[in-house]
């Protein structure tokens, strides 16, 4: 039992550490979370993505470099993801991928479509491959013609209830929904939520469209927003519904009452596809601050560039950044 309080005092103590760094703006020693493209193939052609924009080619990071990044992480690092501007799934190495980061102690994360897992075979090597959370893009669930993001159907409702049905009988991983909130699914975004908790995914996040080098302008104005998010928090709903609101309201809104504080600034890397490191995936290129093959992580992170970068991230790219920015972004109606 004493043992029990003195780690619920640690974890407690890590958090509060960990707050005030963010409250003044003070950078970690290592990034906590780091974010691996494996895959620039996707089996789908969304039109808020920036692959409609950019020629991100067909590429696959191979499995022995992806293990040599892995070797080179800090235990420091909390969680290991894998996105980009790809399907991760489609990596015929992904199982064993994400079985290699749970072996060397990391918690493990992805994003997918869905659509690939369409056989138990397939569902019950993910499951085996350990990884520890897995996140379903839906926006629409209702056809729509003009559709910018991931579309609901028939398949995919199949697909993740049986997803569901064997985690539940064989392991504990844990399956949420993500969904990219705009102008034109504003009126479907309580309806994918209705969905979710039927199917019975764990949780439901609400992202802010990202119009960063991207044609797609159709974010919500302010207001609407707000008004959205508050009126999901007011329901009676029984799953979790995590909104952008939650990031920038409560105790939250301490550490970010200045608008331009970035987490990813201060939290994580995105490693691309060719091993150059940016602090996310949605300012790519603009913002490469070294070669993984080339340099330790540890040198990155602390990088002249990358430090100046946090100082002043009114720039080019981060200063038109939709996602983090709570009332200062592009509106479009």
């Known amino acids: 039992m004493l043992k029990e309080y003195k780690n619920q005092g640690r974890a407690l103590s890590k958090r509060v550490i960990n707050y005030v760094k963010k409250v003044l703006y003070l950078c970690p020693d290592y ?50 993801s894998y996105g980009g501007y790809g399907e991760m799934l489609l990596h015929p190495d992904f199982f064993e991928m994400a079985r290699y980061a749970k072996n060397k102690g990391f918690k493990t994360s992805t994003t997918s479509n869905g659509l690939l897992l369409n056989s138990d075979e397939k569902i019950i090597r993910l499951l085996a491959s350990g990884l520890d959370e897995l996140r379903i893009s839906i926006e629409y669930i209702t056809p729509k013609q003009d559709e910018i993001g991931h ?83 007011k329901s009676k709903r029984k799953i979790k519904v995590i909104t952008p609101a939650d990031r920038f309201e409560k105790w939250r809104r301490f550490y970010n009452f200045g608008n331009f504080y970035c987490p990813r600034l201060y939290e994580g890397v995105h490693i691309r596809v060719n091993g150059a490191v940016t602090p996310c995936s949605f300012g790519f290129s603009i913002h490469d601050f070294g070669n993984i093959h080339k340099n330790t992580m540890q040198e990155i992170w602390h990088n002249d560039r990358l430090n100046n970068l946090r100082c002043a991230v009114n720039n080019k790219v981060c200063g038109k950044c939709s996602i983090h920015r709570w009332g200062k972004h592009i509106m479009l109606d």
């Not at 067909?58 to 690092?77: A, F, H, M, Q, W």
């Not at 409702?157 to 969904?179: D, H, Q, T, W």
């Not at 975004?189 to 979710?196: L, P, Q």
Request: glycine letters at 4%; one cysteine or more.
């Open 31 to 80: 990034p906590k979370h780091v974010n691996i493209e494996i895959s620039t193939i996707c089996n789908l052609k969304c039109k808020m993505c920036k692959r409609e924009n950019f020629d991100f080619g067909n590429k696959l990071l191979p499995l022995e470099t992806y293990k040599r990044i892995i070797d080179g992480l800090s235990k420091k690092v909390e969680l290991i």
């Open 151 to 233: 579309a609901f159907s028939k398949t995919l409702f199949n697909n993740i209830k049986r997803l569901i049905e064997l985690r539940n009988e064989k392991m504990n991983m844990k399956i949420g929904v993500n969904s990219v909130v705009h102008a034109e699914n504003v009126d479907e975004v309580e309806k994918i939520i209705d969905v979710a908790e039927k199917m019975g995914v764990d949780d439901v996040e609400l992202i802010r469209l990202d119009t960063v080098l991207n044609n797609v302008q159709r974010t919500l104005l302010l207001e609407k927003e707000k008004k959205l998010y508050a009126a999901i928090k």
